[in-house]
């Protein structure tokens, strides 16, 4: 782990934005204040947006707690690449919560009206296959459900449904089953069967994804 710490402090972005994504694969804590530092150099290029991004879910990904405080900082700065706030809001959450059933960060970064910080925590809560209580997946749904069918931030609450059950949770879905895009509708198929999609976290397609559903919302 040391060489790819190391690579963090290369002088090619791309090499850096590789370390981090090696990073993400480890899941190793002890790499937390290495990327945390790397991330307060690579926050003063505002083109390295993409190395910025690896290395915040790096960061949320490995679990490093102490980085928190400056995330829920970074959260109220303004970012020309808006991705970047699909990281911080992924990692704030993973960084916060208690156990599978804690929304209360979820619910927080509801309350910003930073969409795409709130794509970032609902994509979270997927990738953990997160159970909240009944009252809160209400909550939750009643949120996104006045939203077009047509809007990616369903995808990430639809992902997560397979863990969750109840009449609202049904009804939900039989409403997404009517979107036009078919991440969406192939995401319904899976909830119904109660299988979670099988996500690479930092693969090519999974990105893509995220950057079709922010453009077009």
Same mark, same amino acid.
């Given at each position: 782990?040391?060489?790819?710490?190391?690579?963090?402090?290369?002088?090619?972005?791309?090499?850096?934005?590789?370390?981090?994504?090696?990073l993400?694969?480890?899941?190793?804590?002890?790499?937390?204040?290495?990327?945390?530092?790397?991330?307060?150099?690579?926050?003063?290029?505002?083109?390295?947006?993409?190395?910025?991004?690896?290395?915040?879910m790096?960061?949320?990904?490995?679990?490093?707690?102490?980085?928190?405080?400056?995330?829920?900082?970074?959260?109220?700065?303004?970012?020309?690449?808006?991705?970047?706030?699909?990281?911080?809001?992924?990692?704030?959450?993973?960084?916060?919560?208690?156990?599978?059933?804690?929304?209360?960060?979820?619910?927080?970064?509801?309350d910003?009206?930073?969409?795409?910080?709130?794509? +970032?925590?609902?994509?979270?809560?997927?990738?953990?296959?997160?159970?909240?209580?009944?009252?809160?997946?209400?909550?939750?749904?009643?949120?996104?459900?006045?939203?077009?069918?047509?809007? +990616?931030?369903?995808?990430?609450?639809?992902?997560?449904?397979? +863990?969750?059950?109840?009449?609202?949770?049904?009804?939900?879905?039989?409403?997404?089953?009517?979107?036009?895009?078919?991440?969406?509708?192939?995401?319904?198929?899976l909830?119904?069967?109660?299988?979670?999609?099988?996500w690479?976290?930092? &693969?090519?397609?999974?990105?893509?994804?995220?950057? &079709?559903?922010?453009?077009?919302?």
């Amino acid at each position: 782990m040391n060489e790819i710490v190391a690579q963090l402090g290369d002088k090619k972005s791309p090499k850096r934005r590789s370390a981090a994504k090696k990073l993400r694969k480890l899941n190793d804590v002890d790499a937390g204040p290495s990327i945390l530092a790397a991330l307060e150099c690579e926050l003063k290029d505002v083109r390295a947006w993409e190395t910025q991004y690896q290395m915040i879910m790096a960061i949320g990904e490995c679990g490093y707690k102490p980085a928190l405080p400056f995330l829920n900082e970074l959260a109220k700065q303004n970012f020309e690449a808006t991705m970047v706030y699909v990281g911080i809001g992924d990692a704030i959450v993973r960084l916060s919560i208690e156990n599978e059933k804690d929304v209360t960060p979820i619910f927080k970064l509801l309350d910003t009206g930073n969409e795409m910080l709130i794509d +970032g925590a609902l994509r979270a809560m997927a990738m953990l296959k997160m159970v909240p209580s009944d009252s809160n997946i209400e909550k939750i749904i009643n949120y996104v459900a006045e939203r077009e069918l047509n809007q +990616g931030i369903h995808i990430w609450v639809v992902a997560a449904a397979p +863990g969750w059950s109840g009449v609202k949770v049904e009804e939900y879905l039989d409403y997404c089953a009517k979107s036009p895009r078919e991440e969406i509708t192939n995401a319904v198929e899976l909830a119904r069967k109660n299988k979670y999609k099988k996500w690479n976290n930092i &693969s090519n397609h999974r990105f893509k994804i995220i950057i &079709s559903i922010n453009l077009e919302n």
